[in-house]
């Protein structure tokens, strides 16, 4: 049974998502640990719900940025971690954390990488983007995480139809749902080893 910890800053859909997949046995790993660099954040107040360990780790933990980046690693090796999720995760991950989960990071972004990545595009940001682009197709991708935003080697992608009439929200909402599906199915596709990942 692999053990994972979640990323998240914001609500955590992605992040329930994953745990009730866990509970459902569809996934077959555990969610041990949450981290938010959100203090306020409603994802960890769900997980608390779930008896689910949980960290607040930001500037206001750590002000210098390396202490922040051992704080991080250090808890994910407290509690034994083999991957990693970013779910909806705002910051950059440090060097010292990456280099002991390189290969083991993995994040998922609501487009079809290499298009509409980067700084800034995240939620509604990169929805906007697509239709401000005329796109007749956006969809999710599950990467590897690297030192850049969103440029770590892809593991899976699913297309999704941008409508005529779809507005950013309710492009949103079309690819959350698909989200919701890849994230796990790509997770246990890991752990079954029908996807592998790079040596460490």
Do not use: W
Request: overall charge negative; aromatic content about 4%.
């Amino acid at each position: 049974m692999k053990k994972l910890a979640v990323l998240v800053s914001g609500r955590g859909s992605n992040m329930t998502a994953i745990i009730n997949a866990c509970e459902q046995g569809t996934l077959s790993a555990s969610v041990e640990l949450v981290i938010s660099n959100n203090e306020d954040s409603l994802a960890l107040e769900l997980a608390q719900e779930k008896n689910i360990d949980t960290c607040h780790l930001s500037s206001c933990t750590h002000a210098d940025a390396n202490l922040l980046d051992i704080a991080m690693q250090q808890v994910l090796a407290s509690h034994n971690i083999d991957i990693v999720l970013l779910a909806g995760f705002m910051k950059k991950i440090g060097p010292k954390t990456l280099s002991a989960y390189k290969g083991r990071l993995i994040n998922i972004h609501p487009s079809l990488l290499p298009k509409f990545g980067g700084q800034g595009m995240f939620g509604l940001n990169v929805h906007n983007a697509v239709i401000d682009a005329g796109e007749k197709e956006t969809g999710v991708t599950i990467h590897l995480v690297d030192g850049e935003y969103d440029k770590g080697a892809i593991l899976a992608q699913t297309a999704v139809a941008v409508g005529v009439e779809d507005t950013p929200e309710s492009l949103a909402a079309k690819v959350l749902k698909v989200e919701h599906v890849l994230f796990a199915e790509t997770i246990q596709k890991i752990i079954d080893g029908s996807i592998i990942l790079p040596a460490n």
